[in-house]
């Protein structure tokens, strides 16, 4: 008799926690993803196509309470997403430690009514430091002299755009292990975002997520694109994600409601991950894709509607030296949406070449002083192509005269790594776009890519977030490029070596100061020495010419003792 009480209960158990009338609870970290899994009712016949494309009528919801700890009083409300045949997920990513409650609501009695509980954990210091996208969302800086104008993590902790060019790795023929080959190089370097195209409309079949259509979802692709993103974070790297890709009449072939429903999409599948929003990708190629710019600033507001992280979003620029780009000419996209409220941060592709790459500076410098103020970044500079094409000088004036004029970092992009071009599935590329043929690989370390691991070091050193672009502090060099807090602290790119006299301030008495020499093509550094003066302080970088036969570029690091 006891032994069939027993087996009622435990019957009932079973019965209660699959009805979802009750569950034990979760437990997961601040900020890690917890996927939650539903089973629907209704066969559909495509669950993607009859996604609304604004925000109602969604199938499933689900709402989140903190009820004790930091949760206590919070609220989240996310939309599930279709994960093929009769499957709907969520993913929760909690902003705050404690217990979270969750309940579903839908029209379909398999997705409706289902409880249960997180239980959510703090990181320790240690395990903050070892993966730094554990600290949550990227914003906008909120606080401190530079506020604005840079980037840091939910927890305040500063964060410098280290990035990197990954078009076209969610093209379906690349290995997973290969993606994560490249992943492992380039956190090993210190690169700290991937540039990656999530694509609706991809470069070919190969890489579109959608059909020839744009009505029906591939969820195994996703699947494994969904994958690629959070093997990324576990790596420390956040995702740079773009869904569309600029084309003529992109507003006759795909339309304004296809393009809304992907990003819906997009945002309820990956928006529990460490992530950025991209519009588009070259937006405004084709005179805006044929769309006028009310589309894109609303499309803007969609998104940030729609995500409760409310993670930065921004848009990928065309120059307007390029085909398509003349149409609708733009350096950033300070100079078409500085004052809309959903775009966070400003992007500028300065494109390829030397020309390209000397515009560097200026469009910084000009896009910073823009108020209010908000980051700039170079998100596609001069690739480096096969070796010596550019050269490493060429990557490292674009990044160090980048971030010494006041960017909020850099993006690199080059080798086999830009296109993703690899052994099992080779891209093309020739003439003024060549690509290492099959290699496995040397392009992983060439010159530039190097460059940027070495720039990565240097900046950990150092507050940089506390320091502002002063070029007029900098005297007898021909492009001064200095970031600083005058009187304390300053940081000199000298392109070609040379001498600088450094404006230390009016000062009745000597003051002292200490400094050393950076090389940014070794990451070696000099023995720090002393140096005094009242107004100016002058300096002389090794391997002046013609002490030495060739010149080579030095960073200067000058700071009060």
Known sequence: MATNSLLIKISLSIFLVLSGIFTFAQTAHKWEVTPIVFQSKKQMNNPYAEIPAIQAGDLLEVHFTGIDGEA???RIKLIGFWNGGKEWRVNFAAPYSGTWEYKSFSSDRGLN???????????????????PSRRGVIRVSQSGESAGHFFEYADGYPFLWIGDTWWNWTKRSIHFDTFKKMVDNRAEKGFNLGQLFVPGNGWGRESSILDETYSELDTEHMKKVEQMVAYANAKGITVWVHAWWSRPELNRTVGAEKMQRWWRYLVHRLGAYNVIWILGGEYNMHNNAGFD?????????LVKKEDPYKRIISLHNTPPFWDGGAEAPQWSTGEVFHDETWLDYNQCQSGHGKYANEMIPVVIANEYKRQPAKPIVITEPWYEFIEGNPTGMDI??????????????HTYGGGHVWLASVPESPAGGGGAWPIEVGAEIPSFDYEGAVSMQHLA??????EWWKMTPRP?????SPQPFCLAVPGKEYIVYLRYGGMLNLNIGQSSEEKSFSYYWYNPKTGEATTPRQIKGKNFLQFTAPGMYPGAPHYSDRVLHVYEE
């Open 457 to 462: 070091s240097f900046f950990k050193q150092i």
């Open 293 to 301: 710019l009310d589309f894109w600033k609303d499309l803007g507001k």
């Open 113 to 131: 009514g289902k409880t249960g509980k997180i239980q959510v954990t703090d990181w320790s210091e240690d395990e903050l430091q070892s993966n």
């Open 72 to 74: 206590k009083g919070h």
């Open 472 to 476: 007029d502090l900098v005297k007898d």
């Open 396 to 409: 490292r004036l674009a990044a160090w005269g980048a971030i010494l004029s006041g960017a909020a970092g």
